[in-house]
Nanobody, 127 residues
Framework: VQLQAYGGGSVQAGGSLRLTCAAS????????LAWFQQAPGKEREFVGR?????????????YYADSVKGRFTISRDDAKNTVYLQMNSLKPEDTAVYYC????????????????WGQGTLVTVSS
């Protein structure tokens, strides 16, 4: 799949943003979708991911990094080939370029294992 992320911007601490990642290509609904962040001078870090739903095991499975748990929420709309990252209670340390990624088989936290990437979108949180 091909991915395109957008929705970044500047916000004050405590504010909210929603990032969107639009996908094109086949089999979107069978891909794991993830979000990563990369701050200046740092390695790309896992934010969260959402699996596909097979309709039998309780639906999509979400997993988040501890640093964003309770503040960020990932959702997906397979009919629109879109995944979202809702970011609430933003902190200055959330400032980073955010990337969406997809893979048909991998659902872990290591960025090197995701096959498809969108371009990044910058989120800046001021104190």
């Amino acid at each position: 799949v091909q991915l395109q992320a957008y929705g970044g911007g500047s916000v004050q601490a405590g504010g909210s943003l929603r990032l969107t990642c639009a996908a094109s290509g086949r089999s979107f609904s069978s891909h794991v979708l993830a979000w990563f962040q990369q701050a200046p001078g740092k390695e790309r870090e896992f934010v969260g991911r959402i699996t596909w739903s097979d309709g039998r095991s309780g639906g999509w499975q979400r997993y988040y990094a501890d640093s964003v748990k309770g503040r960020f929420t990932i959702s997906r709309d397979d009919a629109k080939n879109t995944v979202y990252l809702q970011m609430n209670s933003l902190k200055p340390e959330d400032t980073a370029v955010y990337y969406c990624a997809a893979d048909q088989f991998y659902s872990g936290t290591y960025y090197g294992q995701y096959a498809s990437w969108g371009q990044g979108t910058l989120v800046t949180v001021s104190s």
